[in-house]
């Protein structure tokens, strides 16, 4: 019976070791990714930062009607939700998906739900909601033609009056230890009405000519910075629970170990006692 025991205990700490072989490697690539996608976030962010600010000179200076600014009338909404194509990481896609049906379910009806990620499609599909776009495969280290077909596809939605306004729900990276689903709204534009137009700007060729070059740019510069949380904070996520499981293998192989050890001792110890009892009963 101690045979097949120790039999049974040795196989479960040869399948644990081969599970921590992976997940220590898919926590190793996962740093890796990491690093590469945190220092696009900070050339992205410095970007970002910079439009957002031209925008808003742009917008406080601009006094006549726009859609982009005023909206279009159409009551329904649309959701950019992103997501991840593959899983093992933690609650990542959770937070975001958790938060994406939070909003929708306000007004579902005039909820119109575009979804960026194998594992958001799946999600919605399981619950019966309509996804009306859906984009897959979009590389660790994304750029503008990757951001480029759902921002244009969404901006003209909201042109051709089909939506009223676009958000976008992703999961914002702060730092390795903190990320925070977001809902940022892209279109109609906000902006501060309470402060003074800035009389020492002079804009060529016009206003309302600069406000209709810059929206496709910046949709597609919004989405990019997005984009690049999104993956910064699916890294961050997945270098953490391939860590955290690698340190529970780690424990798990030390009390495996500690039972196969203390079993193998009492077997040996019953064989002895045996042995001694067997040579005593020939005396």
Known sequence: MAGA????????????????????AMG?????K??????????????????DKMLEDILKNHDG????????????????????????????????LNRAVEEINKDRENSIITVVGEKGVSYFNRFNYEVKDKYINIPDLPNLGDANDFAYSAMKKYENGEVGEINVVYARFFTQSKQEVTVNRLLPLKYD??????DVIRFEPGLDKILEDIIPL??????????????????????????????????????????????????????????????????
Do not use: H, W
């Open 5 to 24: 025991g120790l039999l049974g205990i040795k196989r479960r700490i040869k399948s644990v070791t081969n599970t921590k072989k992976i997940t220590k």
């Open 34 to 51: 990491l690093r590469k996608t945190k220092d696009l976030l900070e050339i992205n962010s410095f970007y970002s930062e910079s439009l």
């Open 193 to 198: 009405t309470t402060e003074e137009p800035n």
């Open 65 to 96: 009607s726009s859609i982009y600014k005023d909206g279009n009338g159409n009551k329904k909404k649309l959701y950019i939700v992103l997501t991840s194509d593959s899983g093992l990481c933690g609650s990542f896609n959770l937070n975001v």
């Open 28 to 32: 190793l690539v996962a740093t890796s």
């Open 218 to 283: 910046y949709l597609r510069e919004k989405m990019l910075y997005f984009l690049v949380n999104s993956k910064t904070s699916e890294q961050s996520t997945r270098m953490s629970a391939m860590d955290g499981a690698t340190k529970n293998a780690n424990e798990l192989l030390d009390k495996l170990k500690l039972q196969y050890n203390s079993m193998r001792q009492s077997a040996i110890t019953q064989e002895i006692s045996e042995i001694v009892g067997g040579a005593e009963a020939q005396k």
